[in-house]
């Protein structure tokens, strides 16, 4: 388990009335999108894009399997009156609420020469004693949207956050990072700058007993965010995953999510409503 020294980044800070769209808006995920006016069936008034958007949270929460899932998609599409615009799929359903189905690109690396193999073979054509010990599967991350969300979620709450920090007024008291000597130095060096700062980290763990396979995981989380939910699963930015039977090389892992990052700091906008994220170097 080990953690990287902090990375900054700078935000291009919401006119007044920029804030005021914001505020707005509900925070809770449901009521991020505009729904339309088709109605779920020609015998109610509850619309497509509402009641899919139920469904997919409860699905969610539930935390049942996509086999199940479909299940009760197909029992609800049996019990709706025909015609009706319920989505036949989930991937429909997904599309239909403009959620994106894939936070993630899958790729498999041979461990031997080190070069990236097609997803559906399971040894690598080019070594002779190849086999799937020897394949790690690597996961990156879409990490733009993924910061997009977080921030989006949390912009109002690292907003209070980051002003308590600015007025170095630790109410807690508990020598949270954010007023320690290395951040209140980079805060000094950028004090006319409005920027948020992530800690990385870099862990893994034997996904079960009966063989060596592993689970590595890249991510960070973000300082600005209060140090009680900075560490809770849904708010760490997760930049790769790599499950493999041994250590992978992190050079050849995290090459896409270290490029993803540096492009995210170098030129990375990110938009959401109309709240804009500029991040550099």
């Excluded at 006119?15 to 995920?29: A, G, K, L």
């Excluded at 991020?32 to 619309?47: F, R």
Aim: aromatic fraction near 10%.
């Amino acid at each position: 388990n080990q953690s990287v020294p902090l990375a900054s980044f700078n935000i291009d800070t919401p006119n007044d009335e920029d804030d005021m769209i914001y505020n707005n808006v509900d925070e809770t995920e449901g009521n991020d999108l505009p729904y339309s006016t088709q109605l779920l069936h020609p015998y109610t008034s509850i619309y497509t894009d509402a009641f899919c958007q139920r469904i997919f949270y409860l699905f969610r929460e539930s935390k049942l399997s996509k086999r199940e899932h479909r299940k009760f998609l197909d029992l609800i599409n049996d019990a709706l009156p025909i015609p009706n615009n319920l989505a036949s799929n989930m991937n429909r359903l997904l599309s239909m609420i403009q959620m994106k189905v894939n936070l993630f690109r899958k790729r498999r690396i041979c461990l031997i020469c080190t070069y990236e193999i097609a997803n559906d073979v399971c040894f690598c054509p080019l070594c002779p004693k190849s086999n799937d010990t020897n394949i790690a599967i690597v996961y990156d991350s879409d990490i733009k949207s993924i910061v997009s969300l977080l921030l989006k979620k949390h912009y109002e709450k690292i907003r209070q956050y980051k002003k308590q920090i600015r007025a170095n007024h630790d109410e807690p008291n508990n020598d949270d990072i954010s007023f320690g000597y290395a951040y209140q130095k980079l805060l000094q060096k950028y004090s006319d700058e409005n920027f948020i700062t992530a800690l990385m980290h870099l862990d893994g763990i034997s996904l079960c007993k009966s063989n060596k396979l592993k689970m590595w995981l890249f991510s960070f989380s973000i300082v600005e965010i209060l140090g009680k939910m900075r560490y809770q699963r849904y708010n760490m930015a997760i930049v790769s995953i790599c499950i493999s039977s041994k250590e992978p090389v992190a050079s050849i892992w995290l090459q896409n999510g270290v490029a993803a990052l540096e492009e995210l700091k170098v030129s990375g906008i990110v938009n959401f409503l109309l709240i804009k994220i500029v991040v550099e170097l």
